[in-house]
């Protein structure tokens, strides 16, 4: 069973278009993170959510917009998609009052 | 969220015994000292976790000074598997994470 699971685990798309990523984790876990890494290997917190609350939005495009159906669920929706956008995704999550993260294995996404 | 310092990468032979070390000079009174290991095209894989003395599990120890402003990740025995990024992290990760640049390790046969 797949803690945390993204999907797509591959996405190809042209610049402007919007595109989503989705992530679950079964874990019962209460705070749910996406991540960006870049070309670098920097990983960069983008928003975490907890309890449905977005609780941490770093400066990011308001191109990018997290969703949180529930606690389990925490989609990424990206608009107007820009060739910067291009990086691997990574969704977490983490326990009430826990410091370790578990993460998902990554959506790389490359606009062309 | 405290800064770290580590090696940008290390080689070692499998057998041996590898030992990365972090600096975090300003570390705080509440912050934890966390280990992240990533292979390439997956998700960081937590590790171990301490605050101070050592901590040891399954698969690491760690190793904290009186004054934390330092940490060794040991690993026993190292087989071409444990090639990987590590990534050292001090702070209360409830609040925020960042990640730094990590250590590539690479084990050669």
């Known amino acids: 069973d797949t803690a945390v699971s993204q999907t797509p685990k591959y996405l190809v798309t042209q610049m402007g278009n919007d595109k989503s990523i989705k992530c679950e984790q079964n874990l019962g876990h209460d705070t749910m993170y996406w991540y960006k890494q870049d070309s670098k290997k920097f990983l960069k917190i983008m928003f975490s959510?907890?309890?449905?609350?977005?609780?941490i939005n770093e400066t990011v495009p308001n191109r990018f917009s997290p969703k949180s159906p529930d606690k389990a669920h925490l989609n990424l929706h990206i608009n107007s998609l820009e060739l910067g956008d291009s990086a691997v995704y990574f969704c977490?999550?983490?326990?009430?009052?826990?410091?370790?993260?578990?993460f998902g294995s990554g959506t790389r996404l490359t606009v062309v | 969220l405290a800064k770290t310092t580590q090696p940008i990468s290390m080689d070692s032979y499998e057998g041996q015994e590898v030992n990365i070390t972090c600096s975090h000079n300003n570390i705080a009174t509440n912050d934890y000292i966390t280990w992240y290991q990533q292979f390439p095209s997956q998700g960081p894989r937590f590790i171990i976790q301490g605050y101070k003395t050592k901590v040891t599990n399954e698969v690491a120890s760690l190793f904290i000074p009186a004054d934390r402003k330092s940490s060794t990740l040991s690993l026993p025995r190292v087989s071409l598997s444990d090639t990987a990024v590590y990534y050292c992290l001090v702070g209360d990760l409830r609040v925020k994470t960042i990640f730094g640049a990590g250590t590539r390790l690479f084990v050669k046969a």
């Open positions: 959510y907890n309890n449905k609350e977005l609780i």
């Open positions: 977490a999550s983490r326990p009430a009052g826990g410091h370790g993260y578990t």
